[in-house]
């Protein structure tokens, strides 16, 4: 097991795609504090715990949907739609044995997509910018999907599952 853990941090696909991983995972979890931010400033809150140290009539003020907030939590639930199945599918092609050069394509293509999205979404650039960056994304996420699937020995093992 050691063995293993060992030589998967000394191949070069793999620390690449964990390092990709990791830039997206971030850029997602940073979409919650952004969303609190966008709250505090706008004064728009979801919950009545949130405003329950108000008066009663700012409480009602407070208590509202904002555009901006609501831009915020739409890119946020756009990146769990599409980080977390690159995330998992990325990690499966990471140990299906790709070229370096190809998986490095497709690790920068996704990242850079999914940065230029949360900019197009958040920033509210005219389409086709964000319709453009993400589907760049699912483009390369089927991709790797693909390649994973069209390997021969899991080709084999689905098809002689039942055998």
Known sequence: MMGCGCYLMENDVFMAFSTYAAIVILKMMLMAPMTAYYRLTRGAFANDEDVSRKPAEERKKLLRAHP????????????LENIIPFVVIGLLYALSGPELSTALLHFRLFTGSRIFHTIAYVGALPQPSRGLSWMLGM???????????????????VLNINS
């Open 68 to 79: 901006d907030v609501e831009r915020v939590r739409r890119c946020h639930q756009n990146d």
């Open 139 to 157: 483009l390369v996420t089927f991709s790797m999907a693909y390649r994973v699937l069209s390997k021969k020995h899991i080709l084999y093992l």
